[in-house]
């Protein structure tokens, strides 16, 4: 029988022992070197492993020192009476600023600078401006010739021999009205009750 086809029982006198056929197998004790990088010698290597854990021990540091660094400006603000918001307000604030003085920010301004001073100078904008002007222009004269062409035909139509005559007539039956009126009020009786005929007595019984 194949001895790798054997089960194993722990009870067996020969449990701690391998077997022939296992006795050739190489058994890594985790202390095994790795092969050194092409174009690098032993003490290359060394040297590069060493400055590395230098720099990873110094990263937790400066970790530890930021941990610390941002407690003491949290214990600060309490203080002061700063919160959150306010924190929040003064990094927009600072990032605003930022982004003002940032190469892009000022490169996409000068950008639009150049393109509003080129559609100024355009051609095609003059001739719109001009258009605009001279169409204000004509809305303001033919409204002005409106108003004075209005104002032109009511003066001939004062001045017309029909409008004349509707004024005399208006003025005729104005004037019938109001003497209507002072005639009325002089045949009115007067008010001691006096007439050309004297009042009789009543003739006694």
């Known amino acids: ?79 002061l009476g700063l919160t959150p918001l306010d924190g929040l307000k003064q990094n927009l604030t600072k990032s ?31 001739k719109t401006q001009e258009t605009l002007s001279q169409a204000g222009q004509k809305t303001s004269a033919a409204l002005s010739n409106v108003g004075s062409a209005i104002s032109r035909k009511f003066g001939d139509m004062r001045n017309s021999a029909t409008f004349k005559s509707f004024e005399d007539r208006v003025g005729t039956i104005k004037s019938k009205v109001v003497g209507g009126r002072e005639n009325d009020s002089d045949n009115l009786p007067s008010p001691t009750g006096s007439s050309d005929k004297p009042l009789q007595d009543h003739a006694p019984f």
Do not use: F
Request: aromatic share 4%.
């Open 1 to 79: 029988m194949d001895p790798a086809s054997q089960d194993i029982n722990l009870n067996s006198p020969n449990k701690g022992l391998l077997s022939d056929s296992m006795t050739d197998v190489p058994v890594d004790t985790g202390s095994a070197r790795t092969t050194i990088p092409e174009g690098l010698t032993e003490a290359e290597e060394e040297e590069l492993r060493s400055e590395l854990t230098k720099v990873e021990e110094e990263i937790v540091t400066l970790r530890q020192v930021l941990a610390a660094k941002e407690r003491h400006c949290g214990e600060l603000k309490r203080k």
């Open 96 to 126: 605003w600023h930022d982004v003002q003085v940032s190469n892009a920010y000022l490169s996409a301004s000068s950008t639009l600078e150049d393109w509003n001073e080129k559609l100024t100078n355009s051609e095609a904008y003059k």
